[in-house]
Nanobody, 121 residues
Framework: VQLQASGGGLVQAGGSLRLSCAASGRTFSSYATGWFRQAPGKEREFVAAISWSGGSTYYADSVKGRFAISRDNAKNTVYLQMNSLKPEDTAVYYC???????????????WGQGTQVTVSS
């Protein structure tokens, strides 16, 4: 499975972005998907995750109420809608596939290359 993350960019505080994670391979719909982010000098941190069916979603407290994760299995794509962005959301965002929607990045098997999100104040 290969993942391609896109949709990052430069946005002012309070703005919105939608990230996409497109996957190759016919088994995409059997995987849970997570979004993680890593800011310079910091460890990779969990942002959001969604079960393979889309029926369960999980969010980090720091993004709850502002971000929304969704998936379209017919398009092999997972989305992360990010609203009310803050400068502290600035990071490289990565998508990952795993057997279960977990907060631990070590539980994921496949990773995309990352997309940069920069929020200016």
């Amino acid at each position: 499975v290969q993942l391609q993350a896109s949709g990052g960019g430069l946005v002012q505080a309070g703005g919105s972005l939608r990230l996409s994670c497109a996957a190759s391979g016919r088994t995409f719909s059997s995987y849970a998907t997570g979004w993680f982010r890593q800011a310079p000098g910091k460890e990779r941190e969990f942002v959001a995750a969604i079960s393979w069916s889309g029926g369960s979603t999980y969010y980090a407290d720091s993004v709850k109420g502002r971000f929304a994760i969704s998936r379209d299995n017919a398009k092999n794509t997972v989305y992360l809608q990010m609203n009310s962005l803050k400068p502290e959301d600035t990071a490289v965002y990565y998508c990952a596939l795993g057997s279960w929607a977990r907060l631990d990045p070590n539980m994921y098997d496949y990773w995309g290359q990352g997309t940069q999100v920069t929020v200016s104040s």
